[in-house]
């Protein structure tokens, strides 16, 4: 008996941690999403949930029921879009099994989904209508409220997130959104740049993997040590600075340790 409340336990537990890392991806600029990772995490949560794969056919059947503006009416119709199509059949995708195994009411803490998909389907619009909007101000997305901020100070004021913020980003760049995800035991901030090549994700309370990072390379920048890793399209790094874990990814090396040293408490 205890043996299979731990196994599902440990099974939940996995669950939120894919989520986690679909919501995430998702939220990304369709330019930087990791489609291929995506599609492994789905279909990974399909097979932990006992269910089959969705059909294409389920799959735009399901893609009616999101609420967005404007009208998907086959993912054929963007063939020539090879790019894009590919994005917006993941998001099409990720989003059916979510509706399928969770009815679009809860994610693991109960926190309601229905604004995420807005927000996906919004996005799913942009990138159809050939790319993004001029931004204003820090949207804050956090379970089904969305607010704007003018800056990071306003933001820090009204909803008393204690992190470190960014003081310094390349030309022409800064912060436009700031989503909040909790699932299970993993709360996250992940703060969004006007180019996909910048970010940054808080989880609180959270250590390093040490497993994990054998293969990263070690680093002091700015009093923190710093594990950073570069892949195909930009450089990742992480560390841990009061408990919380870091993961800040930028396009260069010279960048991404400028945008460490200039990560700041806000009073």
Not at 27 to 52: H, I, N, P, Q, R
Not at 98 to 117: N, W
Not at 135 to 158: A, V
Not at 208 to 225: G, I, P, Q, Y
Request: net charge negative.
């Amino acid at each position: 008996m205890g043996n299979n409340h731990d196994k599902t336990a440990e099974n939940q537990t996995l669950k939120d941690k894919l989520m986690a890392i679909i919501l995430l991806e998702t939220a990304k600029d369709y330019k930087k999403m990791d489609s291929d990772l995506v599609t492994e995490c789905v279909d990974f949560l399909v097979e932990l949930e006992g269910k089959e794969r969705l059909t294409k056919e389920e799959i735009e059947q399901r893609v009616n029921e999101i609420p967005f503006k404007g009208k998907v009416t086959a993912l054929n119709s963007y063939a020539k879009k090879k790019l894009r199509a590919k994005r917006v059949a993941i998001i099409a995708a990720v989003l059916a099994v979510l509706i399928t195994l969770f009815g679009m009411l809860a994610i693991g803490s109960g926190d309601t989904v229905t604004e995420f998909f807005r927000q996906i389907g919004d996005s799913i619009s942009t990138f159809l209508n050939d790319g993004p909007k001029e931004h204003s101000g820090i949207t804050f997305y956090k379970n089904d409220k969305t607010i704007t901020y003018s800056s990071l100070e306003e933001f820090k004021e009204s909803e008393g997130v204690d992190i470190l913020y960014p003081t310094w980003l390349p030309e022409d760049e800064k912060i436009i959104e700031i989503r909040y995800l909790i699932t299970g035991e993993t709360e996250l901030y992940t703060l969004r740049s006007n180019e996909p090549d910048h970010s940054i994700e808080v989880e609180l309370e959270a250590e390093l993997a040490e497993d994990f990072l054998l293969n990263w390379t070690k680093k002091e920048v700015a009093s923190h040590l710093v594990y950073y890793m570069n892949v195909p399209e930009y450089v990742q790094a992480s560390f841990v600075y009061e408990n919380n874990l870091y993961c800040v990814k930028s396009d260069t090396e010279d960048n991404l340790f400028r945008i460490i040293e200039n990560l700041k408490e806000i009073s």
